[in-house]
């Protein structure tokens, strides 16, 4: 297998770890949000649960940042004056429409309020959907790969190494008496 290869195993192994973690931060709150962890109490945010999965995630958002930042994507250096918070943020909020779609279509077409449900509706396949989207789009977007020259130059220039002109340096006129440049008369 080749560096590029493994260099990609790599990335998407760190990606999912980062990832896991950040879902089950999300998981967990959502899930306290919606259905709460006692019997016989009600769930601070029972009756709004796309309000509490976009809280969640937003925390697991967070999460996702600095461990993408500083272990999944450590070797991409930022290419955004905010390191890529701004893209990074977009891209998040745009695909979580994805399980957020799948939570609405199950609660309100498919009449299922159930922890299950709303578990496997949002969080398995929603998130899948919105996984490999982000993966692809903080590849392409936000964690890009730094240029390096020799191989800017190789694939500008085909198999050939790329020289550079020789550009030969153009010297002034100096007066001996000085050791500086030589005075140009005036008029």
């Known amino acids: 297998m080749g560096s590029r290869w493994q260099r990609l195993f790599a990335e998407a192994g760190r990606f999912l770890a980062v990832g896991g973690v950040a879902t089950l931060v999300a998981l967990i709150l959502f899930?306290?949000?919606?259905?709460?962890?006692?019997?016989?109490?009600?769930?601070?945010?029972?009756?709004?649960?796309?309000?509490?999965?976009?809280?969640?995630?937003?925390?697991?958002?967070?999460?996702?940042?600095r461990g993408s930042r500083n272990w999944a994507f450590r070797d991409r250096p930022p290419r955004h004056a905010d390191g890529g918070r701004a893209a990074f943020v977009a891209i998040n909020l745009a695909t979580m429409s994805l399980p957020i779609g799948c939570l609405w279509i199950s609660r309100n077409m498919l009449g299922l309020d159930d922890p299950y449900s709303d578990n496997i509706s949002a969080n398995v396949i929603g998130l899948f959907m919105g996984l490999v989207a982000r993966f692809?789009?903080?590849?392409?977007?936000?964690?890009?790969?730094?240029?390096?020259?020799?191989?800017?130059?190789?694939?500008?220039?085909?198999?050939?190494?790329?020289?550079p002109p020789v550009v030969e340096p153009v010297s002034e006129p100096t007066d001996s008496s000085?050791?500086?440049?030589?005075?140009?008369?005036?008029?």
Do not use: K, W
Request: include cysteine; glycine fraction near 8%.
């Open 31 to 65: 899930n306290f949000l919606v259905h709460g962890f006692t019997t016989g109490h009600r769930a601070p945010l029972a009756d709004h649960v796309i309000l509490a999965y976009v809280l969640a995630n937003t925390v697991g958002m967070v999460v996702s940042y």
């Open 136 to 163: 692809y789009l903080f590849r392409t977007f936000v964690f890009r790969r730094p240029v390096h020259l020799p191989h800017l130059a190789l694939q500008l220039h085909g198999s050939e190494p790329y020289q």
């Open 178 to 187: 000085t050791c500086g440049p030589a005075r140009r008369p005036g008029p």
